[in-house]
C-alpha cells in the first residue's frame, strides 16, 4: 500500500504527521471521502469544489491546485493497483505551535489514501437498516456550519456512540430546532405520497454528493423532489425511508425508534433509486 503525503508516495509506516499538526491538535482541517468504481473517481470535481468551499469557509489557504489535487487522487489509486475503493483525502492546517492560532502553521499538509471501507454488513442494504433518534443534536450552523467538511467529528462520533448504546448501526440527528438534519456520515431521505422529500442543507445537512446524485436519478426516474423541514413525524409515517453517503452508498431504512417504516421492506422507490445508483457508479466518473 502506498499513501500519498505531501508529495511523495510512502509506506503506510512511513505515512506519519507530526502531533505539531494543528489537524490532530485541534481537528483543524478539511476531508473528502470519495468513492473508485470500475476504475473511474466517481464526481471526483464535485468533491474537489467542496473541499474548496470548505477550505474557504475555515480559510485554509489549499496548497494544491483543483488538477493538482485531481492528478494525486487519481495517481494514488494508481499506484495502489485499486479500480474500485474508497479514498480519503485530507488537508490539515499543518505543524505550528501549541496554541489555537492557525497563523502560526506554515504550510498546509495534504494526504491520500485509497483503500477499501465497508459501512454496513451486505443484509441491510437486502433487508433494511432499524435506525435511531439520538440525543446529541447536529452543530448549529451559527457554531460551525455542517457543510463544511472539517477535521473535527466529535459531534457525530457521540451520535454514533450513542446509536451503539440503543442497540443501532446508525443514528439520526436533529438540529437545535429539533428538526431532522442528517445521520452520523448520511443523508436521508423519505418517500412519502409518491415524492422524495430531505430537509434541506439550511437544516444542518451537508450537501451530499451523493444527495445530489439522488436527485439527478430522482429527475430521470420522473420522482419529484422536495427539500423540507422534517420531524421524526414524518419519517415515522412515511412511506419509504433511504440513507445516502459515499461510503454507504444507498441504505434502505426500514425502522426508526422502534417504529417500522412503511412495509417493513425496502420501499419500490427505494430500490429503483438503488438500482440506478448502482449502474451509474460504473459509468459516470473521472478514468484514473
Ligand atoms: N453527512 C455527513 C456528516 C457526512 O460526513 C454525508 C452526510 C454524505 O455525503 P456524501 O458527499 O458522502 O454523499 C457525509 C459523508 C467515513 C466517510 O469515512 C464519511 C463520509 C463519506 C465518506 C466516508 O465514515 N461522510
Known amino acids: 500500500m502506498k499513501i500519498y503525503?505531501?508529495?511523495k508516495f510512502v509506506d503506510p509506516a512511513d505515512a506519519k504527521i507530526s502531533v505539531f499538526d494543528h489537524g490532530l491538535l485541534y481537528g483543524d482541517g478539511v476531508f473528502e471521502g470519495i468513492r473508485l468504481y470500475g476504475g473511474n473517481v466517481f464526481r471526483l470535481e464535485e468533491h474537489?469544489?467542496?473541499l474548496e468551499y470548505s477550505a474557504k469557509a475555515i480559510m485554509l489557504?489549499?496548497?494544491l491546485t483543483r488538477k493538482e489535487f485531481s492528478d494525486i487522487t487519481c495517481e494514488t489509486c494508481r499506484q495502489n493497483g485499486l479500480t474500485d475503493g474508497y479514498i480519503r483525502l485530507v488537508v490539515t492546517r499543518g505543524v505550528g505551535d501549541l496554541g489555537l492560532a492557525?497563523?502560526?502553521c506554515a504550510k498546509p499538509s495534504v494526504f491520500v489514501i485509497a483503500s477499501k471501507i465497508t459501512l454496513y454488513p451486505k443484509e441491510h442494504y437486502d433487508n433494511?437498516?432499524?435506525i435511531v433518534t439520538v440525543p446529541t443534536r447536529r452543530i448549529n450552523p451559527a457554531a460551525l456550519p455542517p457543510a463544511v467538511k472539517s477535521l473535527n467529528y466529535l459531534n457525530n462520533i457521540l451520535a454514533k456512540i450513542e446509536a451503539k448504546q440503543s442497540g443501532a448501526l446508525e443514528a439520526i440527528m436533529l438540529n437545535d430546532q429539533g428538526f431532522v438534519a442528517e445521520c452520523t456520515a448520511d443523508n436521508i431521505f423519505i418517500v412519502h405520497?409518491?415524492?422524495l422529500i430531505t430537509p434541506s442543507s439550511s437544516q444542518g445537512a451537508l450537501k451530499g454528493i451523493t444527495r445530489d446524485t439522488v436527485f439527478a436519478i430522482a429527475k430521470e426516474l420522473n420522482i419529484p423532489v422536495r427539500e423540507a423541514n422534517m420531524t421524526r413525524y414524518d419519517i415515522w409515517t412515511a412511506d419509504e425511508c433511504f440513507i445516502t453517503g459515499s461510503a454507504a452508498e444507498v441504505v434502505p431504512v426500514v425502522k426508526l425508534d422502534g417504529r417500522v417504516i412503511g412495509s417493513g421492506k425496502p420501499g419500490h422507490s427505494t430500490l429503483q433509486i438503488l438500482e440506478s445508483f448502482r449502474r451509474r457508479v460504473l459509468v459516470e466518473?473521472?478514468?484514473i
Do not use: C, F, V
Request: no cysteine; net charge negative.
Open 5 to 7: 503525503l505531501d508529495g
Open 48 to 50: 474537489l469544489e467542496r
Open 61 to 63: 489557504d489549499l496548497p
Open 102 to 104: 492557525p497563523w502560526s
Open 128 to 130: 433494511g437498516l432499524a
Open 193 to 195: 405520497k409518491g415524492e
Open 285 to 287: 466518473g473521472t478514468k
